[in-house]
């Protein structure tokens, strides 16, 4: 059984620019959930993604978007990018809509200069 | 506004020594409160969670102690060794969606040898 995994692991862009960062789910787990971990703070919530559809959404803007396909994978786009926006981009999966068995990534690290 | 908010925000401890770090949240819909370790590096690892109709739950060396009519939560760490080293934070989920974490901003613990 495979773990969550990410890529990339690192990630350089310049402000305006566009992001596509990529999620592939655990074995078993229909939901992906996205999280950003500014350094030196806690995860944030961004969306999640059940079945293809949004299942929720935290307090970030529309230029962040997302996609989930059949195979559960995810996608996590970022447009007009801010240098606020340099995180870590945490993808999570779980069995379910309840984040109680959701189990993280490493993480892509974005930075924007 | 910070819904869970966590201290201390760095913490040393001397090997064997217990480290606690402690949690507070406002929003009585939550019903299930988990604790991560991460590494750097690394993404969230879940550590041990508690659900608010038990006081303590223990696994080994980690202990959740909490207290409902405080809205408060505790992670103590009995015989902390250099390994435990890392950053931890706490988080919440809502019971009525529960499609998201809501994190603390985090505690780094060092053990010292």
């Known amino acids: 059984e495979t773990g969550v995994t990410q890529s990339p692991t690192h990630l350089i862009k310049t402000r305006g620019q566009q992001v596509t960062l990529r999620c592939s789910s655990q074995?078993?787990?229909?939901?992906v959930s996205w999280y950003q971990q500014a350094l030196g703070q806690g995860p944030q919530f961004i969306f999640q993604y059940y079945r293809e559809e949004e299942n929720g959404r935290g307090n970030f803007p529309p230029r962040f978007s997302g996609l989930q396909f059949p195979n559960y994978s995810s996608e996590l786009n970022v447009n007009a990018l801010e240098l606020d926006d340099s995180a870590l981009y945490l993808c999570?999966?779980?069995?379910?809509?309840?984040?109680?068995?959701?189990?993280f990534g490493p993480g892509t690290r974005l930075t924007v200069l | 506004q910070q819904q869970v908010k966590q201290s201390p925000q760095s913490l040393i401890v001397q090997k064997g020594g217990i480290s606690i770090i402690n949690c507070a949240y406002e929003n009585t819909a939550f019903d299930y409160f988990p604790w991560y370790q991460q590494f750097p590096g690394k993404g969230p690892a879940l550590l041990i969670a508690?659900?608010?109709?038990?006081s303590e739950k223990k696994e080994g060396r980690f202990t959740i102690s909490f207290n409902k009519s405080a809205k408060q939560f505790s992670l103590h760490i009995m015989d902390s060794q250099p390994g435990d080293s890392a950053t931890y934070f706490c988080?919440?989920?809502?019971?009525?969606?529960?499609?998201?974490?809501?994190f603390g901003t985090g505690t780094s613990l060092t053990v010292i040898p």
């Open positions: 074995s078993g787990h229909n939901t």
């Open positions: 988080a919440a989920s809502p019971g009525n969606t529960g499609n998201q974490f809501y």
């Open positions: 999570a999966s779980s069995p379910g809509t309840r984040v109680n068995e959701q189990f």
């Open positions: 508690i659900r608010p109709d038990v």
